[in-house]
């Protein structure tokens, strides 16, 4: 599984602080313990960024590759700030990740920057119509977002479904059609086609004293069924190794007694 790890963003108070006051340590300090803890990309969420979205981008993207030899997530809902932030990454360490791209024509931009300038995409399978019913309607709207990628020279490998974990204390039968999508989106190309979920999206609401069980359950339930990517806090030991543990015993690591220090 790869790893996004999702500790530098906006909604954190000591973030957003730090995002405002072009405080570049605490964030820095974010992303080395991150790439240090196992993470292959660094989230960076500014929100929507509306006053100076772009240059703050920029300047977070920048500040991070200082530190940082790993590829990006960039976090916006800002087209602007998106597009700096891609402007302002280097490749050489991999390809950026959009985040994120929708059915909605609002967010149509985005995968028009990922055909643009050839980086990986997340894809949410919402639509203009409302939050789908079920793994079937989540495939409907994947197999459109995948058309309307073909439509801006996206390949289809850039592109990571995200079937839309929603809160289990609320849509409590979701999070099973969730995880029956991440199986589904698997049939839709050949090769099977990457997926990716905000994690921890799944116990929001719930008490903190749960949150920690549910997430993990969930993460190793998404695993059996195909998940590729997660977006996750990667200095949760445990959560780190409920991945490694499920990836080694479905035989996609080979067993060794020292496997989770791997």
């Keep these: 599984m790869i790893v996004i790890g999702e500790k530098i963003s906006v909604m954190a108070k000591k973030v957003r602080e730090a995002l405002m006051k072009r405080d570049a340590k605490p964030i820095q300090d974010l992303a080395v313990a991150q790439a240090n803890a196992g993470a292959h990309y660094i ?25 940082v030899q790993k590829p990006i997530c960039l976090d916006t809902t800002n087209v602007k700030a998106m597009e700096a932030g891609i402007k302002a990454h280097n490749n050489s360490w991999g390809l950026p990740i959009i985040n994120s ?40 709207i994947a197999s459109e977002i995948m058309a309307r990628g073909m439509e801006f020279g996206v390949p289809m490998e850039n592109i990571l479904l995200d079937p839309l974990i929603l809160q289990i204390a609320t849509m409590q039968n979701q999070a099973l059609q969730s995880a029956r999508a991440i199986r589904m989106f698997k049939d839709l190309n050949d090769p099977p086609m990457q997926t990716v979920v905000g994690l921890s999206n799944i116990s929001n609401g719930a008490p903190k004293h749960v949150r920690h069980t549910i997430n993990r359950f969930y993460l190793a339930m998404l695993l059996m069924e195909g998940l590729t990517h997660a977006i996750i806090d990667p200095l949760d030991k445990d959560m780190m190794d409920t991945a490694k543990t499920v990836e080694m015993i479905m035989g996609k690591t080979m067993y060794a007694h020292s496997y989770l220090e791997m």
């Design 43 to 67: 989230d960076v969420s500014i929100g929507p960024a509306e006053d100076d979205g772009p240059q703050l981008m920029d300047w977070a993207v920048k500040i991070v590759h200082e530190v």
């Design 101 to 140: 791209t929708s059915n909605e024509p609002e967010r149509f931009p985005m995968m028009e920057l990922a055909g643009k300038y050839g980086t990986k995409v997340v894809a949410l399978t919402l639509g203009k119509g409302g939050l789908p019913a079920d793994a079937e309607d989540r495939c409907v």
